[in-house]
């Protein structure tokens, strides 16, 4: 059964770091490009960063840009998300995801982590 | 960067209606569309790829179409199951992200 685990959410204050974790089984980990994409509580889905297969090429939504750092460890079937300067409007359920490259569409999600960034 | 739009933001429907969601990018995104259903406390699940493709498993009460700008999710008959919230998301372009729509909630 293909599965995306995410780990390392919780409650972080204002100006600290965090760092999640993706953890895959059932797929070739490799072949896919991923992403994290965010929902704060109450609102939508925010796209976050994405990841190429390969760790080659990394991708991030302006409101990260510098302060995110997504990467990912192949071998061991793990992607992560390393967030720094965490601020109050960082706070929701962030999902990992696998990116269908030909389509743009995300096919596989985890169950996602929450991250709430209080004082 | 592309914005990507829903109408209507919510909807009241009885079971058996038919339902129609439509998204909008603010430039041509061809048929890099796709929809997602939301159920409260659970992860987005792909219905719908490349503007009409359905997902593996997704029933075909589902459809979706549109290409360029202008794009539809239909539900040919509502069932219990489909109250949920549906984004649509554009896969044209990476610079700017992989935009959502606000969403649409469907409730009874």
């Known amino acids: 059964e293909v599965q995306l685990l995410e780990s390392g959410g919780g409650l972080v204050h204002p100006g600290g770091s965090l760092r999640l974790s993706c953890a895959a089984s059932?797929?070739?980990?490799?072949?896919?490009?991923t992403s994290w994409v965010r929902q704060a509580p109450g609102k939508g889905l925010e796209w976050v960063s994405g990841i190429s297969g390969s760790a080659g090429s990394t991708y991030y939504a302006d409101s990260v840009k510098g302060r995110f750092t997504i990467s990912r460890d192949n071998p061991k079937n793990t992607m992560y998300l390393q967030m720094n300067s965490l601020r109050a409007e960082d706070t929701a359920v962030y999902y990992c995801?696998?990116?269908?490259?030909?389509?743009?569409?995300?096919?596989?999600w985890g169950q996602g982590t929450m991250v709430t960034v209080s004082s | 960067d592309i914005q990507m739009t829903q109408s209507p933001s919510s909807l009241s429907a009885f079971v058996g209606d038919r339902v129609t969601i439509t998204c909008r990018a603010s430039?041509?995104?061809?048929?890099?569309l796709n929809w997602y259903q939301q159920k409260p406390g659970k992860a987005p699940k792909l219905l719908i790829y490349?503007?009409?493709t359905l997902q593996s498993g997704v029933p075909s009460r589902f459809s979706g179409s549109g290409s360029g700008t202008d794009f539809t999710l239909t539900i040919s008959s509502l069932q219990p199951e489909d109250f949920a919230t549906y984004y649509c998301q554009q896969g044209f372009t990476i610079p700017g992200g992989f935009t959502f729509g606000p969403g649409t909630k469907v409730d009874i």
């Open positions: 995801a696998t990116l269908v490259g030909a389509t743009g569409s995300f096919d596989i």
């Open positions: 430039q041509s995104i061809s048929s890099y």
């Open positions: 490349a503007a009409s």
């Open positions: 059932g797929i070739t980990f490799s072949n896919y490009a």
